[in-house]
Every structure is written in structure tokens, then in C-alpha cells.
């Protein structure tokens, strides 16, 4: 069964490895999955401007005596251990589950390092993600449906995904 997932993390360059900020998996039986780490520095998020823009207004916000801050105690908001628990429980009650993402190398590395190394990863967890760009390309490249809403929001994401692979199944 097909799993269509999206990641927002913050990227510093080569000699920082990638943190992860929210990830949203959506299976094709419909079942969801989302989650925010509590774990990133927060400054980096606000104080990068596209991230700023586009992925801070999308997680549970409170404010705080410094400005917005991530609410810590919204039921989405995990550490890393509590989100490679939830993805793992996920994928492993996914019958034969297909990773699928939208140019998705850099997401299943922050998959990976939910559980630190390559070989901690639980068995249940597909060592591929299959790129649904890729498979837009070989089809063609057509124009996709624009996502109305929730754009770079990991769950909105994921869905948007679902939606995709299924027009595009519908034209081949």
C-alpha cells in the first residue's frame, strides 16, 4: 500500500546534518499521521527567512514571553524517539507499505535519521522512497493540480500528494 509523506526541515549546509521540523504521512486506506518535533531550534526557523514564511505559521503556536514559540504542549508536538515510535507503528500496520514522496531524497533521509542510523531502521520501514516527480516526468511532465491550501504544512502536503498520484493514474 502506497504511503505518501512530506517533511519541512531546516538545512544549514554540508557541515550541519538536516533537522527535522514536522512530517505528515497519509496511507492510501486513508489513515494519517503527523507530528511536529519539539526538538529544532526554534531560532533558526524564525530567523530563516523562508522558512519563517512558509513552514513556522503552519505549526501550533502560542506566544510567549519572547514572541511566538512552539507550544510544546499541543498534542502534536513530539521528540524524536516519540515520532520514529509513531512512524514505525504506522508504516508496520501499512500492509506492504510503498514510500512515496515529491522530490523525496532529501525526505527519507530525515526518515532515517529518526532513529539516528541507517541500520537502527526497523525493518518495517521501506529502504526506498519513490518519487512521484520522477513518475511525473516519465508520464510527460503535465501541469499537476495546484495545491489550494496548506502549502509546505507536511500533512497538507501528503495529502496533496495522495492527490497528485491519483490524477496521474487517472492519465496513464
Same mark, same amino acid.
Given at each position: 500500500?502506497?504511503?505518501?509523506?512530506?517533511?519541512?526541515?531546516?538545512?544549514?549546509?554540508?557541515?550541519?546534518?538536516?533537522?527535522?521540523?514536522?512530517?505528515?504521512?497519509?496511507?492510501?486506506?486513508?489513515?494519517?499521521?503527523?507530528?511536529?518535533?519539539?526538538?529544532?531550534?526554534?531560532?533558526?526557523?524564525?530567523? &530563516?527567512?523562508? *522558512?519563517?514564511?512558509?513552514?513556522? =505559521?503552519? /505549526?501550533?503556536?502560542?506566544? !510567549?514571553?519572547?514572541?511566538? @514559540? +512552539?507550544?510544546?504542549?499541543?498534542?502534536?508536538?513530539?521528540?524524536?524517539?516519540?515520532?520514529?515510535?509513531?512512524? &514505525?507503528?504506522? *508504516?508496520?500496520?501499512?500492509?506492504? =507499505?510503498? /514510500?512515496?514522496?515529491?522530490? !523525496?531524497?532529501?525526505?527519507? @533521509? +530525515?526518515?532515517?535519521?529518526?532513529?539516528?542510523?541507517?541500520?537502527?531502521?526497523?525493518?518495517?520501514?521501506?529502504?526506498?522512497?519513490?518519487?512521484?516527480?520522477?513518475?511525473?516526468?516519465? /508520464?510527460?511532465?503535465?501541469?499537476?493540480?495546484?495545491?489550494?491550501?496548506?502549502?509546505?504544512?507536511?500533512?497538507?502536503?501528503?495529502?496533496?500528494?495522495?492527490?497528485?498520484?491519483?490524477?496521474?493514474?487517472?492519465?496513464?
Amino acid at each position: 500500500m502506497r504511503v505518501y509523506y512530506d517533511t519541512e526541515f531546516v538545512e544549514r549546509g554540508p557541515e550541519h546534518p538536516l533537522v527535522l521540523v514536522s512530517i505528515g504521512m497519509v496511507a492510501e486506506d486513508g489513515r494519517e499521521l503527523y507530528a511536529v518535533s519539539g526538538e529544532f531550534d526554534q531560532d533558526l526557523v524564525r530567523s &530563516h527567512p523562508w *522558512l519563517s514564511e512558509n513552514v513556522w =505559521p503552519h /505549526l501550533p503556536l502560542r506566544d !510567549g514571553p519572547e514572541g511566538t @514559540v +512552539l507550544d510544546a504542549d499541543h498534542p502534536h508536538v513530539r521528540t524524536r524517539r516519540e515520532i520514529a515510535r509513531m512512524v &514505525h507503528e504506522f *508504516l508496520r500496520a501499512t500492509p506492504e =507499505p510503498q /514510500l512515496w514522496a515529491w522530490y !523525496g531524497s532529501y525526505d527519507h @533521509v +530525515l526518515l532515517c535519521q529518526l532513529w539516528g542510523t541507517m541500520k537502527a531502521v526497523p525493518r518495517e520501514v521501506p529502504v526506498i522512497t519513490f518519487d512521484l516527480k520522477q513518475e511525473a516526468v516519465r /508520464l510527460g511532465d503535465p501541469q499537476l493540480p495546484p495545491q489550494p491550501s496548506g502549502l509546505h504544512h507536511a500533512l497538507a502536503d501528503a495529502r496533496h500528494l495522495r492527490l497528485r498520484a491519483r490524477w496521474l493514474a487517472e492519465r496513464s
